[in-house]
Nanobody, 123 residues
Framework: QVQLVESGGGLVQAGGSLRLACAVSGRTFSTYAMAWFRQAPGKEREFAAAINWRGGLTDYADSVKGRFTISRDNAKNTVYLQMNSLKPEDTAVYYC????????????????WGQGTQVTVSS
């Protein structure tokens, strides 16, 4: 059983920063690709960032490229999303997700999901 627990969300002013963390239970974390998705009210869940199981390959949505950084610490079974230069349009519930080895930007391709953490950016 793999469980994901996100933390680090909150309220921040535009231009500010937040770091999200996703702690993953289970001994096979190092073999999972990890991703962050987000969902704003009334909108579909959208891809934000992903990292492969080795950590050497990352991908970002155009809307966050250059502002967000995904990273992982396999020793701590944790994946992070550093979010800088936040904008009001980044307001959403952020979810981390896991799947074996290689990532996909399609949320239907993930086996495991966290419960989500709210990020609110005020203007």
């Amino acid at each position: 059983q793999v469980q994901l627990v996100e933390s680090g969300g909150g309220l921040v002013q535009a231009g500010g920063s937040l770091r999200l963390a996703c702690a993953v239970s289970g001994r096979t974390f190092s073999t999972y690709a990890m991703a962050w998705f987000r969902q704003a009210p009334g909108k579909e869940r959208e891809f934000a960032a992903a990292i492969n199981w080795r950590g050497g390959l990352t991908d970002y949505a155009d809307s966050v490229k250059g502002r967000f950084t995904i990273s992982r610490d396999n020793a701590k079974n944790t994946v992070y999303l550093q979010m800088n230069s936040l904008k009001p349009e980044d307001t959403a519930v952020y979810y981390c997700a896991a799947r074996p080895f290689s990532y996909t930007t399609n949320h239907h391709g993930y086996n495991y999901w966290g419960q989500g953490t709210q990020v609110t950016v005020s203007s």
